[in-house]
C-alpha cells in the first residue's frame, strides 16, 4: 500500500486521486458517526413526541364533528388576546368571581401535575402554577397558538417556572400517557368539536384514579339565557352521560354557592 501511495505522487493526476479518496473518506465518515458532532437535532419533548403518535394512531380515520367552526374565532391568527382577558378576567364574570373557591374545590395538592384545558388566557394556569408548587407542573392547553404565546409570556414575566403551554389539536389534548393527576376542563367542553376523541386522549393522559373537574353553562329551555341555549349544545345530564361513556366515573356534582350560571362535576378516570 505504501509502494502504490508514493508511486501515486509520482504521477500528474496522483494529487487529484489523494484529494477525491480524502473528500470521499470524510463522507463516509460523516454517514456512519452519530450526528452528535455534526449538529444533531433534538429528541422531541414529551408533548411533541404524544402529537406525533395521536397523529399516527388516527390517520386515515374519518371524524364527525358535533359542532363544525365553534373554534374558527380562536384559531385567528389575528385574535386579540385583550379583548378576551377583558371579558375572561373581569368581577362580572361569575367564573372570575369564584376562582378561589373553584380553585379551592379542585384540592390541588403540591407537587401535582395539572391539565388546564382550554386554558384561555391563562387566569387558572396562573393559580395552579402556585398551588402545585415548585415540585409541581401545569400544562396550559388550548386550540388558539395566540392564547398559549399570551400564557407562555406571561410565565416568563411572573417568574412561573413550572407551567408549559400546549397547542393542542382539535381532537386530541396531545399530552404524554399517564401524564397528570388533575384535569379541569372551564367552559371549554362544549368547544370539543370532537368529544369522544378529545376525552379519549385526556383519558389517556390522566394516570390511575385521576381526577377530572369539569365546569359548564347550565343549558336549560325558559331557564338559560339565549346566548347559552344557542351556543352550548349540550346541558349537565347529557355532559354527564357522555363522560360515564367516555370512561369516567361521576364522583360528586359539586354544589357552588353563588355559582349561578354554571354547574361543576367531578369525576374519576376508571380503570
Known amino acids: 500500500m505504501k509502494q502504490l501511495f508514493f508511486e501515486s505522487l509520482q504521477r500528474p493526476d496522483g494529487l487529484i486521486v489523494i484529494k477525491l479518496a ?5 463522507i463516509a465518515v460523516f454517514l456512519w458517526q452519530p450526528n452528535e458532532a455534526f449538529g444533531q437535532v433534538d429528541p422531541p419533548t414529551e408533548v411533541e413526541q404524544a402529537r406525533q403518535d395521536e397523529a399516527e394512531s388516527t390517520k386515515g380515520q374519518p371524524k364527525k364533528s ?3 367552526g365553534i373554534n374558527e374565532t380562536f384559531l385567528d391568527p389575528e385574535l386579540s388576546v385583550d379583548d378576551y382577558v377583558t371579558r375572561f378576567e373581569i368581577e362580572s364574570r361569575e367564573i372570575y368571581d369564584l376562582r378561589h373557591e373553584l380553585l379551592r374545590l379542585c384540592d390541588i395538592k403540591p407537587g401535582e401535575r395539572v391539565a388546564d384545558i382550554g386554558a384561555g388566557t391563562g387566569l387558572f394556569t396562573r393559580m395552579f402554577s402556585k398551588a402545585t408548587g415548585p415540585t ?26 413550572n407551567i408549559t403551554g400546549v397547542i393542542c389539536q382539535e381532537d386530541s389534548v396531545t399530552l404524554p400517557p399517564d401524564s397528570v393527576d388533575v384535569v379541569f376542563i372551564c367552559d371549554t367542553y362544549h368547544h370539543f368539536e370532537y368529544p369522544e376523541d378529545t376525552m379519549a386522549s385526556i383519558h389517556r393522559a390522566l394516570r390511575e384514579n385521576g381526577r377530572l373537574y369539569l365546569i359548564d353553562f347550565i343549558r336549560e329551555p325558559e331557564v338559560s339565557r ?3 341555549l344557542g351556543h352550548v349544545r349540550a346541558g349537565q345530564a347529557e355532559v354527564t352521560k357522555e363522560l360515564e361513556s367516555f370512561g369516567f366515573e361521576l364522583v360528586e356534582h359539586i354544589k357552588v354557592n353563588r355559582l349561578q350560571e354554571n354547574y361543576m362535576l367531578h369525576f374519576r378516570k376508571k380503570r
Open 66 to 68: 358535533v359542532k363544525p
Open 136 to 161: 409541581g407542573w401545569v400544562f396550559a392547553v388550548d386550540i388558539a397558538p395566540r392564547f398559549i404565546e399570551h400564557i407562555n409570556r406571561d410565565a416568563a414575566l411572573h417568574n412561573l417556572k
Open 22 to 26: 480524502g473528500m470521499f473518506l470524510l
Open 226 to 228: 339565549e346566548w347559552i
